[in-house]
């Protein structure tokens, strides 16, 4: 009998440590598929901050380098100057790339360093305890803020990608999902392309992924997923924000 699904090479055997219903592991699969498909696991560097990936390095079966909070950009600017002939990769969240690590972002972006980010948007603070994001959707509820974010307060919730697709030197930009099959399947897609660019030597490329968060949010996962669509996608809309010239959407 033909073997139709399968595990990927590209995560180890450990037990995650996400809440039920968190699609930070749907998006750990869909990494470790793209690095097997390509065929660079035994070259690929990871680089995992503080947030909800900070075990990252027990799950993806390649090198993984720990960073502190926000700085995962400077590392893996740091990793892929000293080795030109790697894939490297940061894996972040809304709280760390969009709030401590903004200026890293936007820096790295705006140098065109060749890597690529995966920019997990749950639209909280995860690993916390729920405090409001640079992501946060305006009167979403978090424990920094129980009647919901006040835009005259605090400002509207920052759309990552749209602002980093200002600079130059962000080749590739493009926002998923991964709350149905159809998602996971143009996530898994864009991933690849991303990866793909960084080994042609194009430039920075990031792939903003809208995940979901039940335990923060209060809800069931199925109740998540409903919102996300419902919510998120509106305000974040999917799709190719930017890529290299000459490239295919």
């Not at 009998?1 to 995560?11: C, I, R, S, W």
């Not at 660079?40 to 993984?64: H, M, Q, R, T, W």
């Not at 697709?165 to 898994?188: I, M, Q, S, Y």
């Not at 392309?193 to 968060?213: D, H, N, P, W, Y």
């Amino acid at each position: 009998m033909a073997v139709v699904f399968k595990e990927t090479k590209g995560l180890t055997d450990a037990k995650t440590h996400y809440c039920p219903g968190c699609t930070h592991g749907i998006v750990h699969r869909l990494v470790g598929e793209v690095l097997e498909e390509l065929g660079v696991l035994g070259e690929a560097i990871g680089v995992a901050p503080v947030g909800c990936s900070v075990l990252a390095y027990k799950y993806f079966n390649c090198d993984v380098h720990q960073a502190a909070h926000g700085r995962a950009p400077a590392v893996a600017t740091g990793i892929r100057r000293v080795h030109p002939d790697k894939v490297v990769f940061t894996y972040q969240g809304d709280g760390d790339l969009a709030s401590i690590g903004a200026a890293e972002i936007v820096h790295a972006a705006a140098r065109g360093e060749k890597f690529t980010t995966i920019f997990i948007n749950n639209a909280i603070y995860g690993m916390t305890g729920g405090q409001m994001a640079p992501t946060t959707l305006v009167g979403q509820k978090a424990t920094t803020a129980p009647l919901g974010r006040d835009p005259k307060k605090v400002g509207m919730p920052m759309r990552v990608s749209e602002m980093l697709a200002t600079l130059d030197g962000a080749k590739f930009v493009e926002r998923c999902t991964v709350h149905n099959p159809a998602g996971v399947r143009k996530t898994k897609t864009a991933i690849k392309k991303a990866f793909e660019m960084q080994m042609r030597g194009e430039g920075f490329g990031i792939v903003e992924i809208l995940s979901t968060c039940p335990t923060n949010w209060g809800m069931t996962p199925v109740d998540s997923l409903k919102w996300l669509e419902e919510n998120m996608i509106p305000y974040y809309p999917l799709g190719n924000i930017r890529t290299p010239e000459g490239g295919d959407k």
